[in-house]
């Protein structure tokens, strides 16, 4: 497809349950970025990719969360032992070279129960 | 720390009434201030990108400015179609994430 493409668009898991989120980025963008926005609040940054390296995790909260990337493409977000406050729309963006203008997936919404 | 404030929240216009969105900002070098506009269950959807103090930039019914410590998008005559949450977010020269605001939302009725 064209655009970012996020996988699953829902989730729902139990409190203590690992789960990870997937991102697939525009073809050719070298940026990618993963947000977490809850309900009425904006977008929280969380990590930065260049490449497959991460020159930015400042937003990752804890270290139960964490992010690769491989083959300069697809973007894996995990997050451990889930928390009710883990619960969020996860969105992946990609840039053609962090300029600020991203295109962003529809998102992973995430309940943990 | 860079920041950004949007106001009003929420704001309620009959179409064709004109007004406008503000965003407040503080960064440390601004590279660029970005609005974007996003959706019920949809992801943001990129609008525009301001770099210097002065500049404007249009598209329909939208037009955002720029001034040192603040951006405005005004909206004129709008329609029921322009319904949405329009976001501000500012990224600085030190670095390449975008800080957002929490977002106006806007609902314009017939």
Not at chain 1, 81 to 109: H, I, K, M, N, P
């Amino acid at each position: 497809g064209a655009g970012v493409s996020q996988s699953p668009s829902n989730k729902v898991t139990e409190k203590g349950k690992d789960v990870e989120l997937r991102c697939d980025p525009i073809s050719g963008h070298t940026a990618l970025y993963w947000y977490r926005q809850s309900l009425g609040q904006g977008l929280e940054f969380l990590i930065y990719f260049q490449g497959n390296s991460a020159p930015d995790k400042s937003g990752l909260p804890s270290d139960r969360f964490s992010a690769e990337r491989t083959g300069g493409s697809v973007s894996t977000l995990t997050i451990q032992r889930t928390q009710q406050e883990d619960s969020a729309v996860y969105l992946c963006a990609s840039s053609e070279l962090a300029t600020g203008e991203l295109f962003f997936g529809e998102g992973s919404r995430l309940t943990v129960l | 720390e860079d920041q950004v404030t949007q106001s009003p929240e929420a704001l309620r216009l009959q179409e064709g009434e004109s007004s406008s969105l503000n965003c407040s900002y503080t960064v440390s070098g601004l590279r660029g201030l970005f609005w974007y506009r996003q959706d019920p269950g949809k992801g943001p959807e990129f609008l525009f990108t301001l770099y210097s103090a002065g500049e404007e930039k249009e598209k329909e019914r939208l037009k955002a400015t720029l001034t040192k410590k603040e951006s405005f998008l005004h909206i004129t005559a709008p329609k029921p179609e322009d319904s949405a949450t329009y976001l501000c977010a500012v990224q600085g020269y030190n670095t390449d994430k975008l800080i957002f605001g929490t977002g106006t939302r806007l609902q314009v009725f017939p």
